[in-house]
Nanobody, 115 residues
Framework: QVQLVESGGGLVQPGGSLRLSCAAS????????MGWYRQAPGKERELVAS???????NYADSVKGRFTISRDSAKNTVYLQMNRLKPEDTAVYYC?????????WGKGTLVTVSS
């Protein structure tokens, strides 16, 4: 059974930084595509960034140049470094794993960007 546990969310001022972490249980992390999604109040969940098992990354246009996704297979963990945060980045951020046709979600961590 795969479990994804996010951490690192919180309140930050505009222009600040946060690093989210997602720790994955199970043995399929190294072959999985990992992603971060977010859902703001009243909006649909959207892809923020993803990284394949080969390290290929993909970013939403709204975060390019500000956010960086990375993974550490030794720790079964994926990270999202978020810099130059804006109020519109406020959302619940969810970790996602895709592997062998299966998809798993974490419970989310809240990021609030406000002065």
């Amino acid at each position: 059974q795969v479990q994804l546990v996010e951490s690192g969310g919180g309140l930050v001022q505009p222009g600040g930084s946060l690093r989210l972490s997602c720790a994955a249980s199970g043995s399929i992390f190294s072959t999985s595509t990992m992603g971060w999604y977010r859902q703001a109040p009243g909006k649909e969940r959207e892809l923020v960034a993803s990284i394949t098992s080969f390290g290929t990354t993909n970013y939403a246009d709204s975060v390019k140049g500000r956010f960086t996704i990375s993974r550490d297979s030794a720790k079964n963990t994926v990270y999202l470094q978020m810099n130059r945060l804006k109020p519109e980045d406020t959302a619940v951020y969810y970790c996602n794993m895709k592997s062998f046709g299966m998809e798993y979600w974490g419970k989310g961590t809240l990021v609030t960007v406000s002065s």
